[in-house]
C-alpha cells in the first residue's frame, strides 16, 4: 500500500498542481478532499495550460483515477465546464471520475449572499473568492445543506430545495434587503445531475477498497496550511480544512492508511486577499517579483501579495501536517536576486515566540527576524539536475531543511513537468 499526501505548506497557490500532476504518474488514484471551484491548479500539459479547479488534476494522465471527495463542495455548474473544457483537449474521463454523493452542493444563492456578506464588511472583508464556498460550507454544518446524492431523487431534491429557498430568501431580504433569483433553479440543477450521474458514487469505499487491493492513492489537498479554518490566520481563511488531516475527514480514509506526507512551499511566501502577512516585502520588491514569478491568481487573476520566505510560518506547517518530506517550487524566481532575506523567527513587542500567534491580531503586530543569504545570479530555470545548481542555491536549499529538520525531496525550476528535480536518497523518491 502507497498513499501520501499532498498539502500547501503556505498561504496557497504553492504550485501544488504542478507537484501532483509530476506525482500522479506513479499513483493509480488522484483524490481531492476538501475546497471547492475556488481551487485552481495550473498544469502544463501536451504544450496547452490547464487550470483545473474542481477535477483532481491526475485526470490529465492517461489510465488514472481521480476522485472528489465528501469534503469538497461542488458546483455542478463548474463541473460540467471542466468536462467540456477536458473534452474539447480529447481527454476522456469515462470510467476515471468519480464524484462522492456525500460532497455538499453550491448553488447560486450561496454566491449572493456571499457577495452580500462581503460587502457589509467594508474594509474589514476576508477577501473571498465569491465563489459561494463559505456558505456552502455553513449550510453544511448547519445541517441544511443539499449532498450530491439528492440530485438523484428528485422528489426529494425538490423538497429540499424549496424549504431551503424558503429560508434563504427570508435571510436575504431581512439582511440585505434583495430577494434571491431562483427561478428555474430546481430543473437546472435536476438536468446537471442527469450529466454527471455516471460519476457519482461511495468515494470512501472506492478508495478503501483500492487501498485494500494493494493500489496507490494520492491525496490531493486544496488552498495552503495558513488557510485552514482551524490552525490558519482565522478568520482571514478558507472553510475547510486544508491540512492533512482533511485527507481523512474529506475522503473517509483512516489516518492509519496515510503513509507520508508532502509538504509545498515557494521559494519564497505569497499570499492572497486580506489577512497578516509577517514577511511581506515592500512595494518596489513585491511588483519585481511578482513580476518574475508570474503571482496572479490562477482562478482570480488577483495579484498576489509576496515576501520573503518564513521558515517560522513553515516550521508550524510541519508540526501540524506532520510533514515528512518538502517540495520547493519556483526556485527560479530568485535567478536574479543578489541577497536573499529568510525569516527564521518572529519577535513580538520585544519578545521572541517559540509558537505560531493563535490570533491574527498578534500575528499581524509580529517583527520578523531575517537572516541574509546569498542569491545565485545565475539561471536555473528548467534545471533537472541538483548537480547543476549554482552551489548558491544548493546553500539555500539545505539552510532551509536543515533549520526544518526535513528532507527537500522535489525541486521545481519551472512550470513545465519536465522542470523538475526528484532529489536521490530522498524519502520523495523512494515514491516515483
Same mark, same amino acid.
Given at each position: 500500500?502507497?498513499?501520501?499526501?499532498?498539502?500547501?505548506?503556505?498561504?496557497?497557490?504553492?504550485?501544488?498542481?504542478?507537484?501532483?500532476?509530476?506525482?500522479?504518474?506513479?499513483?493509480?488514484?488522484?483524490?481531492?478532499?476538501?475546497?471547492?471551484?475556488?481551487?485552481?491548479?495550473?498544469?502544463?500539459?501536451?504544450?496547452?495550460?490547464?487550470?483545473? +479547479?474542481?477535477?483532481?488534476?491526475?485526470?490529465?494522465?492517461?489510465?488514472?483515477?481521480?476522485?472528489?471527495?465528501?469534503?469538497?463542495?461542488?458546483?455542478?455548474?463548474?463541473?460540467?465546464?471542466?468536462?467540456?473544457?477536458?473534452?474539447?483537449?480529447?481527454?476522456?474521463?469515462?470510467?476515471?471520475?468519480?464524484?462522492?454523493?456525500?460532497?455538499?452542493?453550491?448553488?447560486?444563492?450561496?454566491?449572493?449572499?456571499?457577495?452580500?456578506?462581503?460587502?457589509?464588511?467594508?474594509?474589514?472583508?476576508?477577501?473571498?473568492?465569491?465563489?459561494?464556498?463559505?456558505?456552502?460550507?455553513?449550510?453544511?454544518?448547519?445541517?441544511?445543506?443539499?449532498?450530491?446524492?439528492?440530485?438523484?431523487?428528485?422528489?426529494?431534491?425538490?423538497?429540499?430545495?424549496?424549504?431551503?429557498?424558503?429560508?434563504?430568501?427570508?435571510?436575504?431580504?431581512?439582511?440585505?434587503?434583495?430577494?434571491?433569483?431562483?427561478?428555474?433553479?430546481?430543473? +437546472?440543477?435536476?438536468?446537471?445531475?442527469?450529466?454527471?450521474?455516471?460519476?457519482?458514487?461511495?468515494?470512501?469505499?472506492?478508495?478503501?477498497?483500492?487501498?485494500?487491493?494493494?493500489?496507490?492513492?494520492?491525496?490531493?489537498?486544496?488552498?495552503?496550511?495558513?488557510?485552514?479554518?482551524?490552525?490558519?490566520?482565522?478568520?482571514?481563511?478558507?472553510?475547510?480544512?486544508?491540512?492533512?488531516?482533511?485527507?481523512?475527514?474529506?475522503?473517509?480514509?483512516?489516518?492509519?492508511?496515510?503513509?507520508?506526507?508532502?509538504?509545498?512551499?515557494?521559494?519564497?511566501?505569497?499570499?492572497?486577499?486580506?489577512?497578516?502577512?509577517?514577511?511581506?516585502?515592500?512595494?518596489?520588491?513585491?511588483?519585481?517579483?511578482?513580476?518574475?514569478?508570474?503571482?496572479?491568481?490562477?482562478?482570480?487573476?488577483?495579484?498576489?501579495?509576496?515576501?520573503?520566505?518564513?521558515?517560522?510560518?513553515?516550521?508550524?506547517?510541519?508540526?501540524?501536517?506532520?510533514?515528512?518530506?518538502?517540495?520547493?517550487?519556483?526556485?527560479?524566481?530568485?535567478?536574479?536576486?543578489?541577497?536573499? +532575506?529568510?525569516?527564521?523567527?518572529?519577535?513580538?513587542?520585544?519578545?521572541?515566540?517559540?509558537?505560531?500567534?493563535?490570533?491574527?491580531?498578534?500575528?499581524?503586530?509580529?517583527?520578523?527576524?531575517?537572516?541574509?543569504?546569498?542569491?545565485?545570479?545565475?539561471?536555473?530555470?528548467?534545471?533537472?539536475?541538483?548537480?547543476?545548481?549554482?552551489?548558491?542555491?544548493?546553500?539555500?536549499?539545505?539552510?532551509?531543511?536543515?533549520?526544518?529538520?526535513?528532507?527537500?525531496?522535489?525541486?521545481?525550476?519551472?512550470?513545465?513537468?519536465?522542470?523538475?528535480?526528484?532529489?536521490?536518497?530522498?524519502?520523495?523518491?523512494?515514491?516515483?
Amino acid at each position: 500500500m502507497k498513499s501520501i499526501v499532498v498539502v500547501g505548506a503556505q498561504w496557497g497557490d504553492e504550485g501544488k498542481g504542478k507537484v501532483v500532476d509530476y506525482l500522479a504518474a506513479s499513483f493509480d488514484y488522484i483524490a481531492r478532499c476538501a475546497g471547492g471551484h475556488n481551487a485552481g491548479h495550473t498544469v502544463i500539459y501536451n504544450d496547452s495550460r490547464f487550470v483545473l +479547479q474542481l477535477i483532481p488534476c491526475g485526470i490529465l494522465r492517461p489510465g488514472k483515477h481521480a476522485v472528489i471527495g465528501s469534503g469538497v463542495v461542488v458546483d455542478p455548474a463548474a463541473l460540467a465546464a471542466e468536462l467540456d473544457t477536458l473534452a474539447k483537449s480529447g481527454i476522456d474521463v469515462t470510467g476515471r471520475l468519480h464524484l462522492s454523493n456525500r460532497a455538499h452542493l453550491i448553488f447560486p444563492y450561496h454566491r449572493q449572499m456571499e457577495k452580500a456578506a462581503e460587502a457589509a464588511r467594508g474594509a474589514g472583508k476576508i477577501g473571498t473568492t465569491s465563489r459561494g464556498i463559505g456558505p456552502a460550507y455553513e449550510d453544511k454544518m448547519a445541517r441544511h445543506g443539499i449532498r450530491v446524492g439528492d440530485l438523484l431523487n428528485s422528489e426529494r431534491f425538490r423538497e429540499k430545495l424549496e424549504r431551503v429557498i424558503s429560508e434563504k430568501d427570508a435571510v436575504c431580504r431581512a439582511t440585505y434587503g434583495v430577494p434571491l433569483d431562483t427561478a428555474g433553479l430546481a430543473e +437546472q440543477y435536476l438536468a446537471l445531475g442527469e450529466r454527471i450521474r455516471p460519476l457519482i458514487g461511495d468515494s470512501s469505499e472506492l478508495i478503501n477498497d483500492a487501498l485494500d487491493a494493494g493500489k496507490s492513492v494520492l491525496f490531493e489537498g486544496a488552498q495552503g496550511t495558513m488557510l485552514d479554518i482551524d490552525f490558519g490566520t482565522y478568520p482571514f481563511v478558507t472553510s475547510s480544512n486544508a491540512i492533512s488531516g482533511g485527507a481523512c475527514t474529506g475522503l473517509g480514509v483512516g489516518p492509519t492508511r496515510i503513509n507520508a506526507v508532502a509538504g509545498v512551499t515557494k521559494a519564497y511566501t505569497t499570499r492572497v486577499g486580506s489577512g497578516p502577512f509577517p514577511t511581506e516585502m515592500p512595494d518596489l520588491e513585491a511588483t519585481e517579483l511578482r513580476a518574475r514569478g508570474k503571482e496572479y491568481g490562477a482562478v482570480t487573476g488577483r495579484p498576489r501579495r509576496c515576501g520573503w520566505l518564513d521558515l517560522a510560518e513553515l516550521r508550524y506547517a510541519v508540526r501540524i501536517n506532520g510533514i515528512t518530506s518538502l517540495v520547493v517550487t519556483k526556485l527560479d524566481v530568485f535567478d536574479t536576486q543578489k541577497e536573499i +532575506q529568510v525569516c527564521t523567527g518572529y519577535r513580538y513587542k520585544g519578545t521572541p515566540l517559540k509558537e505560531m500567534p493563535a490570533a491574527a491580531e498578534d500575528l499581524a503586530e509580529v517583527t520578523p527576524e531575517y537572516r541574509t543569504l546569498p542569491g545565485w545570479q545565475s539561471d536555473t530555470y528548467g534545471v533537472q539536475d541538483a548537480a547543476k545548481l549554482p552551489r548558491a542555491a544548493t546553500d539555500y536549499l539545505k539552510f532551509i531543511a536543515d533549520f526544518l529538520g526535513v528532507e527537500i525531496g522535489m525541486i521545481s525550476t519551472g512550470p513545465e513537468r519536465d522542470a523538475t528535480i526528484v532529489c536521490a536518497g530522498t524519502e520523495l523518491a523512494s515514491w516515483i
